[in-house]
């Protein structure tokens, strides 16, 4: 079991224009964490390097001792990193229950002890997706698609999960009973999370601690309270959001 997540002076350019800058963070197992910014701050970018789909330019990622940057996001997801994607990435011709499946095929043949005889149906019940598990992906709301996202990387039964604006285009009340289910997850398996969110009372009701990108550059962290208050934030990030 790995019990930290360590990200360290992370840097990524493409071409000269740098996406990220010497960025740090850290997620402890069983904690969430947020990272928050105006859109072009390198959110997405960072996650994508986390979980190896982009290669770093600079600094390391490592499980506990175990590096993890440098290989490929098979390798990353075998090491124990599970994550969803801005864009829906689902198997739109499979139903709920079978997109489910298809993460537990390869749970079953490596991670069997620690799904302590979870189901395909255990996850979407998680996710309140029951009702639907027969339906195909495709003609889902897109609320319930999001929460099959999340369903799927939870069968992969990660130790680190990176949610990629899972609430996205969700309701009011989609996004607070989402807010539930993160945390029930959290409580349940332990994983450590870090959630990308532009709405910004879900992340604060969410997350223990928050990260701030600007510009591809980490410009404050701490608790949600602090982060409101920080004056940098509000002048490059919250301020514009709720102008």
């Known amino acids: 079991m790995n019990n930290t997540l360590t990200v360290s002076s992370i840097s990524k350019h493409f071409g000269g224009v740098y996406a990220l800058k010497n960025v740090s963070l850290s997620c402890e ?13 390198g959110k997405t970018t960072l996650l994508n390097v986390i979980s190896a789909v982009y290669p770093a330019d600079g600094g390391t990622v490592a499980l506990d001792d175990r590096r993890i940057d440098g290989t490929s996001p098979r390798e990353a997801a075998l090491a124990g990193i599970a994550r969803t994607f801005q864009n829906i990435r689902l198997f739109g011709h499979l139903t709920v229950r079978q ?4 993460s537990l095929a390869t749970s079953r043949r490596h991670f069997r002890q620690r799904l302590n005889g979870m189901t395909a149906g255990s996850f979407l019940s998680e996710l309140d997706l029951t009702s639907v598990a027969e339906r195909k992906a495709s003609t889902l709301p897109y609320g319930h698609q999001r929460r099959l996202e999340i369903a799927r990387a939870l069968a992969l039964v990660p130790e680190f999960l990176l949610l990629d604006e ?34 910004l009372r879900f992340i604060m009701e969410v997350c223990e601690r928050i990260y701030v990108l600007h510009m591809g550059e980490l410009i404050a962290q701490g608790s949600p309270a602090e982060v409101q208050q920080d004056p940098k934030v509000v002048e490059v990030y919250i301020g514009s959001e709720n102008g």
């Open 29 to 41: 197992a069983g904690e969430i964490v947020g990272l928050i910014g105006p859109n072009g701050a």
């Open 99 to 102: 997109n489910v499946e298809v």
């Open 166 to 199: 899972p609430a996205a285009g969700m309701l009011e009340g989609e996004s607070q009973a989402l807010i539930s289910a993160v945390r029930s997850v959290r409580d349940r398996a332990r994983c450590g999370m870090i959630v990308i969110d532009h709405d």
